[in-house]
């Protein structure tokens, strides 16, 4: 988690990903940056996230997108 | 039938009446009669192609679903049998046959809106070429037929396609509900572009008569029908005198197209998405909204949320995600990484992914190459401004009160909506390389006086419908701005007797000043044609 937290935060360092839960809903995270962060995260876990999972539930929070990696490396 | 003839509102009103009069249980029947006749009246050879369309994509439908349901099937009867590793490879296997159904299903309803739309484009391009190698035969173009609303319905069905493959949505099994989700006809003809899941089972359920939906939607129509009559329709006039010779209406003209076409295609195809979304909530049916005030963006990017919102999510979800997060864009990202570091490797999928989603843009809106230029002038835009994020931030670190200022917002939003209007003279001089000669000519050729010397009033438009073009402008920009924290029709509920003279008011302006009558003619929606 925190190594994600770190991806996320050199991408938007002024948001606070550990309390935000509207991070799509509230467009802090735009389609660009969601490319960027699944770039960073598929290489940093070694997971490869699919273009269905790219649903705003899985990518409105930090825990949210911390339970997808999960899901996905357990897969 | 055109939405501003007096036979669609001849039509739109007995639909309503029937509607209500129909059991809730029928309604959908008479929705998809009013459909296919509305579209047969259009021309009956292109029913055939929305045939083509519905049928072939409700059978791929069916068929990803049938092998869903036996694959569910098999893993229930192997639950004890299949260890782990066993399931996963038998899903594996099962979804890549999906894909492969899906692919044919893309393929048949893509290629043929390629065929349609692209053949004479292909055709020229293919002719300038062997030109260009002194070929002295060329290739005729073929003139073929290109179905009313086929970019639309088209990116409609596939979207379905592809949400049963993500299993986002069951497929529809009533052959003739998933024909009315296709041909539903009120945004046939220019959106908004809707998801299955939001439209599909809002169709076909019954509505019980609500005065509050039919008032409401049709004040919504009448507010549609204003934008398109008394503004849109009036600006063209204009618009059509100075393409009539373009070259020749350099300068102070280029500017003047700039900021006319902007109020017309925004009046014409807000308003055209008005009468759409009014007169489905006359009928209970909620679209998703296309618009949300892009004269308010203080981005190229925001701008992009804000206009056409159904077509930039469509192209975001279906072109622009799948193409940056697969397979090989992701091991050329690794690659990139490897060889020419972190900051070109994570740029590469969301720059490549980025021009090909506003190519494919470009080329959606009409096959030429002025749509395909102001596609990549968006991207293009789009690209500097994420590259200069380090800068503004900088920027607003040493000015923090500058973010925040309404002044400056402003000034924002009017550098955006001028950009945008900027690029999109693409779509209406066509001619790339006069396109780019006319924008420098705003810097060479100092005719600005002709503003003040009468020389616009030979253009069309006398100067009492000059007034009134900048009047009712100012009138519909108003209305949207009044509405961000209500919707007006919710203020204006709760004072009966303003909503009434409201809706009077409109109703003499449309009748009155529309666009129509002896020196006018009501025209085509814009987005009729893509």
Redesign the interface.
């Known amino acids: 988690m925190e190594q994600l937290l770190n991806i996320l935060n050199e991408l938007h360092p002024d948001v606070d990903f550990e309390s935000r839960e509207d991070l799509i809903d509230e467009g802090i995270l735009d389609s660009l940056d969601i490319v960027t962060l699944i770039t960073e995260i598929n290489d940093a876990f070694d997971v490869s996230i699919p273009a269905e999972e790219i649903i705003p539930e899985n990518f409105n929070s930090a825990a949210a997108i911390w339970a997808l990696i999960e899901k996905l490396d357990e897969a | 039938m055109l939405f501003t003839s007096y036979e669609f509102l001849l039509f739109a009103a007995l639909l309503l009446v029937g509607y209500y009069l129909f059991p809730r249980a029928w309604q959908w029947r008479l929705l998809l009669v009013a459909s296919l006749v509305f579209y047969w009246l259009a021309g009956p050879r292109y029913l055939i192609f929305l045939l083509l369309t519905a049928s072939s994509t409700y059978a791929v439908g069916r068929w990803m679903d049938a092998n869903l349901r036996a694959q569910e099937t098999t893993l229930t009867e192997q639950r004890q049998a299949w260890e782990k590793e066993q399931r996963?490879s038998f899903k594996a296997r099962e979804k890549k046959k999906r894909f492969r159904m899906l692919l044919l299903g893309l393929i048949f309803n893509f290629g043929m809106l390629a065929v349609l739309k692209y053949t004479g484009f292909a055709v020229h391009n293919v002719n300038r070429l062997l030109h260009a190698f002194g070929a002295e035969n060329t290739l005729n173009i073929p003139s073929l037929l290109l179905p009313m609303g086929i970019s639309f319905y088209t990116f409609q069905s596939m979207s379905y396609l592809i949400d049963v493959y993500?299993?986002?949505v069951s497929a529809e099994r009533h052959p003739l509900k998933f024909l009315l989700f296709v041909s539903y006809f009120p945004q046939l003809v220019q959106g908004p572009i809707s998801r299955y899941a939001d439209l599909g089972p809002q169709l076909t359920a019954g509505h019980a008569f609500s005065s509050r939906n039919v008032r409401w939607g049709l004040e919504r129509v009448l507010w549609g029908y204003f934008k398109k009559l008394v503004i849109a329709d009036r600006a063209l006039i204009v618009i059509k005198a100075l393409l009539d010779e373009p070259a020749s209406y350099r300068g102070m003209y280029v500017l003047m197209m700039i900021l006319l076409y902007t109020v017309q295609i925004y009046a014409d195809f807000t308003g055209g998405i008005d009468i759409t979304v009014g007169l489905s909530e006359a009928m209970g049916i909620r679209l998703t909204e296309n618009f949300n005030r892009p004269f308010l963006s203080r981005s190229t990017?925001e701008y992009w949320?804000r206009w056409h919102i159904t077509m930039g999510t469509w192209f975001?979800?279906y072109v622009?995600?799948?193409l940056?997060?697969?397979?090989p864009m992701?091991r050329l990202?690794?690659f990139s990484?490897q060889h020419f570091g972190n900051a070109v490797?994570?740029?590469i999928?969301?720059y490549l992914?980025?021009v090909a989603t506003w190519f494919l843009t470009g080329l959606w809106h009409g096959a030429g190459w002025n749509f395909i230029v102001w596609g990549l002038l968006n991207c293009l835009v789009i690209l500097v401004s994420?590259e200069c994020v380090p800068l503004y931030t900088r920027f607003y670190r040493r000015f923090p009160r500058l973010n925040e200022s309404a002044v400056w917002h402003g000034v924002q939003a009017a550098r955006t909506v001028l950009l945008m209007g900027v690029i999109r003279t693409l779509d209406c001089y066509r001619d790339v390389p006069l396109t780019f000669r006319l924008w420098g000519s705003m810097f060479t050729t100092f005719n600005y006086g002709d503003l003040f010397n009468g020389a616009v009033l030979d253009l069309g438009l006398g100067r009492a419908d000059w007034i009134l073009l900048l009047i009712a402008t100012a009138v519909m920009f108003a209305v949207s701005l009044w509405g961000i924290r209500e919707p007006v029709r919710a203020k204006l509920d709760r004072h009966p007797t303003a909503e009434a003279s409201a809706v009077a008011l409109v109703f003499l302006l449309i009748m009155i000043f529309g666009a129509y009558g002896i020196g006018f003619d009501a025209s085509q929606f814009i987005y009729n044609q893509f």
């Open positions: 996963k993500r299993e986002k990017k949320n975001t979800d622009f995600y799948p940056s997060v697969c397979k992701q990202s690794k990484r490797g994570k740029r999928p969301v992914a980025t994420q």
